[in-house]
């Protein structure tokens, strides 16, 4: 029976408060995040671990002073294997959670793939648009920690799925059912997709992300409107520090809202899990936001999470990896036609 390892990879969170500043540290001293050469990274990593160590303490106190990230992502492993293994093939999978910035990282789960012995290894961000700063970043950590152990098991991996079907079925469902809530009131609603924000010139360099971001909100949408007609917006959330950051911001989404006397139906379009930016930036921060503006009314659809629809969408896309020996992903922005404005040269199926 050929065994098979799914690396499931996502960003991390720390598992108590006094993992919050070395967490923050990991994160911010990646060259992926901060393009500086140590030890101007390092130091820079300290200062910003520094200053906002007490406000990220803050709002992991308000969650229970941990991230559930990691029990999350490992339930949605745990779904995703089950689901693998009822296939009936003469395959065997097994899935592998690695966190980006906190335990279990690479190189612990690198060895314990190792142990494992599989006769090939699938990469599968839980990150459903790719970025450099997200899945780029785990992929070049996993191969570092992979070639320390002398690890060479053959190793595809799924850069991205920002249209595939069961990620946007899944959406779909859960958006529907928050519509339907509302559905007996005269308010009108409109959708905000919110996503997480990136310097502008990370995507001036050719990242794909905000293009997939577009790509799955497009995707969502005309699958909506098949049934139901609904206005919408694209925003980002969880901007830091002074650089220009893509928008629209939420908070100026937020204020048209209020000006148009609409309510808002808030999708987290680039988180498949509950952590903080879900937690307590839209569930606590911005419905404050939206109450201070008089928005008539704020309704947020929860993450895919274990949702059938995305963890069978996720199965599918392992096993065309594994069966059609795909070398590239075909379901990427490199599968499509680009904006002819912007050149992703740093996808990894760049040709």
Request: glycine share 6%.
């Amino acid at each position: 029976m050929k065994k098979i390892a799914v690396i499931v990879f996502n960003l991390g969170g720390p598992d108590q408060l006094s993992s919050v500043e070395p967490f923050l540290f990991n994160l911010f001293s990646d060259r992926a995040i901060i393009d500086l050469p140590n030890p101007f990274r390092w130091m820079l990593a300290k200062f910003i671990t520094n200053r906002r160590g007490p406000k990220a303490r803050g709002i992991y106190e308000k969650i229970g002073g941990q991230s559930p990230l990691l029990d999350l992502t490992r339930e949605q492993a745990s779904a995703l294997e089950q689901s693998l293994n009822q296939s009936g093939d003469d395959q065997q999978f097994k899935t592998f959670v690695a966190m980006r910035y906190w335990h279990p990282m690479s190189d612990e789960v690198a060895g314990e793939v190792s142990n494992y012995g599989p006769d090939e290894i699938v990469l599968l961000p839980l990150y459903p648009q790719y970025s450099t700063s997200t899945t780029g970043s785990s992929f070049a950590d996993w191969k570092r920690a992979a070639q320390n152990i002398g690890l060479k098991t053959t190793t595809k991996t799924i850069c991205c799925y920002p249209q595939d079907q069961g990620w946007v079925d899944a959406q779909c469902a859960l958006i529907t059912k928050q519509i339907d809530t509302c559905a007996g009131e005269k308010q009108p609603m409109r959708i905000l997709f919110s996503a997480h924000g990136l310097p502008k010139k990370i995507i001036d360099r050719g990242d794909p992300y905000q293009w997939q971001v577009e790509q799955t909100c497009a995707a969502v949408m005309e699958k909506l409107n098949q049934h139901m007609p609904v206005e919408h917006r694209l925003c980002y959330q969880s901007r830091v520090g002074r650089l220009e950051w893509i928008g629209p911001s939420i908070d100026e989404e937020l204020e048209r809202a209020a000006k148009d006397n609409v309510g808002v139906i808030v999708v987290p379009i680039a988180f498949v899990s509950e952590h903080s930016e879900t937690l307590v930036e839209l569930d606590i921060d911005y419905r404050k936001v939206a109450k201070d503006l008089n928005i008539p009314r704020y309704e947020r659809v929860p993450a895919v999470a274990t949702h059938e629809l995305f963890i069978q969408g996720l199965g599918r896309l392992i096993h065309k990896a594994v069966h059609n020996n795909l070398e590239k992903n075909e379901n990427c922005c490199r599968g499509g036609s680009c904006r002819c404005q912007v050149n992703h040269t740093q996808c990894p199926n760049t040709e």
